[in-house]
């Protein structure tokens, strides 16, 4: 489990296709504190360790993530938003984000509002009913409440500091974005289909 607080960006390094994708991540956690198995959301994305060294990480990447994700994006270089799991007694700033990815939104315009910036993403239709006005949602793995809905677009903002603790200063029209919807949005969605 994590919080969609992101806690460092790291940098893909190498990737390599051998049955399933390999992708090496450098980051600025202390390696030394990560044990192989161990979970980090990567652009939203939970993945397991398997290697280490001593300012990077490797994952293997099924072939079912990659599918339904924007990991097929990666390139050497890209920049990615890390967080590592949730521990009993860390802070909840954001809100309970499983590192499932739901689906691939679609950045359509974005425009500043002040020192803000606005931005209209477009959900696959299956999931645009489970995002609600001041709801929450996991973009690339950012916790963020979503301003306003209308119909498979939703609108968020970006203050100053989330533009520079994340990589949505790297943000353009037209990049695929992992989504994940609020847990609770998707059993209190079911729970009215049941009823």
Not at 35 to 44: C, P
Request: net charge negative; aromatic share 6%.
């Amino acid at each position: 489990m994590f919080t969609g607080i992101i806690t460092d960006i790291g940098t893909v390094t190498d990737l390599e296709q051998a049955g399933d994708l390999r992708a090496r991540i450098r980051t600025g956690y202390d390696t030394k504190g990560i044990d192989i198995g161990a979970s980090i959301a990567s652009d939203g994305v939970c993945l397991t360790v398997i290697e280490l060294g001593s300012d990077w990480y490797d994952v293997q990447i099924s072939a079912e993530t990659v599918s339904r994700t924007n990991l097929a994006d990666w390139t050497n270089g890209k920049r990615v938003n890390l967080e590592r799991a949730l521990k009993v007694g860390d802070e909840l700033g954001g809100h309970i984000v499983s590192g499932h990815v739901d689906g691939v939104a679609e950045i359509v315009a974005m425009h500043d509002e002040g020192d803000s910036t606005r931005v209209t993403l477009r959900a696959p239709r299956d999931l645009a009913r489970f995002i609600a006005p001041k709801g929450s949602v996991a973009l690339n793995g950012t916790s963020l409440t979503v301003n306003d809905v209308d119909d498979c677009d939703f609108g968020i903002n970006f203050i100053p500091h989330t533009k520079t603790a994340t990589t949505w200063g790297d943000a353009r029209v037209g990049d695929r974005v992992n989504l994940e919807i609020d847990t609770l949005a998707r059993y209190v969605a079911r729970l009215a289909e049941m009823s």
